[in-house]
């Protein structure tokens, strides 16, 4: 009983705006966990070691490139659900027309249309857009398509028929735009495919609204995009996903950590500062209220949450036939209110940068990008396959990484980060917390954890290290 008034007050509370901040809700979340585990400690299954290694690694996945001018080595990734459907998305892929890699991942609110959409479509836009206008015109002259340009990876779903024809049609009318503009810099490109993604997702639902495109349109994603070209780390970023850098320092023989995106909501200054000096000085108390965007959406930049974009003519001739009046948001007057304009970040890779780990916030909540840089450098330092393991390019080892170590749990690094993150204790991973975690039932689970979706990227430090030594301003 006490577990369940628990739950309805919280439920009650999260429904309603909140009036703390994040960290706030982190603890309210935390303080019911621990509620429901005491409750719930006899009647929750206790999983075994076996099947909580099944539920872990069902996602799992590995690649090692065997290109020797990669500036990628290989990544692996692993994603655990909370929602019903999950509504993260991952992508990543390698470029056809030079040796380059980018990856995504993809962090959805109300619903999992928006980030399946932008996972399926984004990096696609990005990579006509940062490679060389006269190829881009080759390509266009050969009937390129979206899939002209990258090598996926791990990509076991895709659209219907009907909607897989709209988006290509979009695709082609974007490259069409961009084929007669000068070409900017790697950043300004990146960020202007964003927005015109963004942008046709918008005309998408009004000119062709369907089931589908309007729920992509209602719902929303945030994201974070790595590039990775030579030493050049590109990473773009919008709302809440985090990209942590880890680096060994030899000098004092202890891994570092570097944050390279910064979350763009109410605990961020500048960026309520950005959202205010858009508006009339009398919205002041309006446009961010009780810590949220006109009291409703958390996140201040993400694709998609046209409602939140869209004029009130447009509300009122699409939205409010549909879905009624209670669509409109309080306060609402003077549209746009959120941006998918990204956040760039450009980092100069040097031999001492090992790997990058990019996760949605459902993983951050449990673990500092420190403590996560920490646990792959002793990952990477215990692991080894020996060579009667490695049956396929998908399950090869990451051969540079060392020796294995019995103690080690996972030759896969998310799903070593994943554990960790269920299970960490003073006195390492902690079985019955794991074993917790994936048991809580389905009604009461998105109280305890989040979407987690986990990509670690491990560069080739000796194609970076030649291009270092080559560079005359390193030598």
Not at 60 to 84: A, H, I
Not at 116 to 132: F, G, N, V
Not at 253 to 275: G, I, L, Q
Not at 365 to 394: C, M, Q, W, Y
Request: include cysteine; aromatic fraction near 10%.
């Amino acid at each position: 009983m006490l577990t369940k008034l628990l739950r309805d007050m919280i439920v009650n509370k999260l429904q309603r705006p909140v009036s703390s901040n994040y960290r706030q809700s982190i603890v309210v979340r935390n303080f019911l966990c621990t509620s429901v585990r005491r409750r719930r400690q006899l009647s929750l299954p206790q999983l075994s070691p076996y099947y909580v290694n099944l539920l872990l690694r069902e996602n799992e996945f590995t690649y090692t490139f065997t290109e020797q001018d990669c500036p990628v080595y290989g990544y692996e990734s692993n994603q655990l659900g909370s929602s019903k459907p999950c509504e993260d998305a991952r992508a990543e892929a390698s470029f056809m027309h030079k040796s380059a890699f980018i990856c995504g991942i993809f962090d959805g609110h109300r619903g999992p249309a928006c980030s399946q959409a932008i996972s399926k479509r984004l990096m696609h836009y990005i990579a006509a857009s940062i490679i060389d206008r006269q190829l881009l015109k080759e390509q266009m002259q050969q009937h390129c398509d979206s899939q002209s340009f990258l090598r996926s990876y791990n990509d076991k779903k895709d659209f219907v028929s009907d909607i897989k024809d709209l988006y290509e049609y979009s695709f082609i009318k974007f490259i069409q735009r961009i084929s007669i503009l000068d070409q900017s810099e790697c950043s300004k490109e990146i960020q202007n495919a964003f927005l015109c993604l963004d942008s046709d997702l918008s005309k998408e639902a009004i000119n062709y609204p369907n089931a589908w495109t309007m729920a992509v349109a209602m719902s929303g994603a945030t994201a974070c995009i790595a590039y990775v070209e030579g030493r050049d780390l590109h990473l773009a970023s919008t709302g809440g996903c985090t990209a942590v850098l880890g680096s060994y320092n030899p000098e004092i023989d202890e891994w570092e950590a570097k944050e390279f995106t910064t979350s763009h909501d109410s605990t961020n200054r500048r960026e309520v500062t950005r959202v205010l000096s858009q508006h009339p000085r009398d919205e002041r108390h309006t446009a961010i209220r009780s810590h949220r965007l006109l009291g409703g959406l958390q996140v201040l930049r993400a694709l998609g949450n046209f409602r939140y974009k869209w004029s009130n003519e447009t509300m009122e001739k699409y939205i409010v036939p549909l879905y009624g009046e209670v669509a409109k948001l309080p306060f609402y007057y003077t549209p746009p209110y959120l941006t998918a304009e990204p956040e760039m970040k450009r980092y100069k890779l040097t031999p001492n940068n090992k790997f990058l780990i990019m996760a949605s916030d459902g993983f951050w909540n449990f673990l500092t990008p420190t403590k996560a840089v920490n646990i792959i450098g002793d990952h990477i330092t215990s692991k080894h396959i020996s060579d009667s393991d490695r049956t396929a390019v998908e399950d090869t080892s990451l051969e540079f990484l060392g020796d294995f170590n019995a103690n080690s749990f996972d030759r896969n690094a998310a799903t070593h980060l994943l554990r960790y993150a269920l299970g960490a204790s003073e006195y390492g991973v902690e079985h019955s917390k794991v074993s917790f975690y994936l048991s809580v039932p389905q009604n009461v689970v998105r109280l305890c954890r989040d979407d987690i979706t986990i990509t670690v990227i491990y560069f080739n430090n000796d194609y970076i290290s030649a291009l270092t030594h080559n560079d005359p301003r390193c030598v």
